[in-house]
């Protein structure tokens, strides 16, 4: 009922940059939070960037001040700006939003992309 597609990933040279895309669509009736999340080759799943409806925004002390997330409420999209690119950037990247969906009644899901490569090499 819900689908949440990620795009722009892709491999870049370390201190490149790259923007990564993330569109909801189904049968929305209110997003709340929006993120971004990341996992390496035998890592864990770990936050990458946040947004609340409101506006707020935090990040992992990681990439603190070279990533940026943004989001168009109105076209149910969240960015991902990504800048000065590590090699430890690699990952499978995943959209992640909180989402009230509506069918016969209204119920809150957790929801999630399928992910889209990012790998930062020479």
């Known amino acids: 009922q819900v689908q949440l597609v990620e795009s722009g990933g892709g491999l870049v040279t370390p201190g490149g940059s790259l923007r990564l895309s993330c569109a909801a669509s189904g049968s929305i009736f209110r997003i709340y939070g929006m993120g971004w999340y990341r996992q390496a080759p035998g890592k864990q799943r770990e936050l990458v960037a946040a947004?609340?409806?409101?506006?707020?925004?935090n990040y992992s002390d990681s990439v603190q001040g070279r990533f940026t997330i943004s989001r168009d409420i109105a076209k149910k999209m969240v960015f991902l700006q990504m800048n000065s690119l590590k090699p430890e950037d690699t990952a499978i990247y995943y959209c992640?939003?909180?989402?009230?969906?509506?069918?016969?009644?209204?119920?809150?899901?957790?929801?999630w992309g399928q992910g889209t490569q990012v790998t930062v090499s020479s």
């Open positions: 992640n939003a909180e989402i009230i969906i509506q069918s016969t009644t209204f119920y809150r899901r957790d929801c």
């Open positions: 947004t609340t409806s409101g506006g707020s925004t």
